[in-house]
């Protein structure tokens, strides 16, 4: 079946520092795949998303690029801000499958 | 539109008490999703429906809980009756129809404290 397995946290990181959080995903058919974040006390809400290999998503300066040969989804900033901090979630969808299948997310701390 | 919206935001009761949380979906959206999120156990996915019938409750953790769909914009998770493990942040999502394979979207939550 699908899955998704992202590094495991948590992360700490000096203000202005680059970010990377590691994604890889197995799954059967062809995939979209997602980046949630969830800010403290609040719901997941969509980060960025691809929906076929090679596509690249991008927002609040964060990216990902949908690497279909290596099956990996990372997440990328060049310079993290202590707003920044939260817990992000790596996800993929599959048109054979309802669920949305999750990985175990990655506490972010960064320091001012 | 407002998005998913949960209620309560937040709800405190007692050991044995009965709870009801309830979820108004995305019009047009056709998969709701129930989740619970504890530090220990992660994200979980409790039971889903689709077209408002359930497809998978086997997340459910125990006869105490039961969630219904009894239209198109509403839902409810019950738990009775409840007891200190269930405290937990209760989300709900839905999503549009599968052949858009896009994503879901969340409400705020439901933070419950049972004590």
């Known amino acids: 079946g699908n899955s998704v397995t992202q590094m495991e946290g948590p992360v700490t990181l000096s203000e202005e520092a680059f970010l990377t959080i590691n994604c890889t995903y197995t799954?059967?058919?062809?995939?979209?795949l997602f980046w949630y974040v969830q800010y403290p006390g609040e719901g997941l809400q969509l980060l960025l998303k691809?929906?076929?290999?090679?596509d690249k998503g991008s927002n609040k300066g964060f990216e990902a690029t949908y690497r279909k040969e290596t099956t990996s989804f990372h997440l990328e900033k060049g310079s993290v801000q202590v707003s920044d901090s939260a817990v992000y979630f790596c996800?993929?969808?599959?048109?054979?499958?309802?669920?949305?299948?999750f990985g175990k997310g990655t506490r972010l701390h960064i320091l001012p | 539109d407002a998005g998913v919206i949960q209620s309560p935001r937040h709800e405190v009761t007692e050991m044995g008490q009965e709870v009801t949380l309830r979820c108004k979906p995305i019009?047009?959206?056709?998969?709701l999703f129930w989740y619970r999120q504890t530090m220990m156990r992660g994200l979980e996915l409790l039971i889903y429906?689709?077209?408002?019938?359930?497809?998978?409750d086997s997340g459910m953790p125990e006869d105490r809980f039961s969630a219904k769909m009894p239209n198109a914009s509403f839902s409810t998770l019950k738990i009775q009756p409840s007891e200190p493990r269930d405290s937990a942040v209760y989300f709900c999502?839905?999503?549009?129809?599968?052949?858009?394979?896009?994503?879901?979207?969340f409400g705020q939550g439901t933070r419950l404290t049972v004590v």
């Open positions: 999502a839905s999503r549009p129809p599968r052949a858009m394979n896009t994503e879901a979207f």
């Open positions: 799954a059967t058919g062809y995939p979209s």
């Open positions: 691809a929906t076929k290999a090679d």
């Open positions: 996800a993929l969808t599959d048109l054979r499958d309802d669920k949305i299948i």
């Open positions: 019009s047009g959206h056709d998969y």
């Open positions: 429906f689709n077209n408002n019938v359930p497809i998978d």
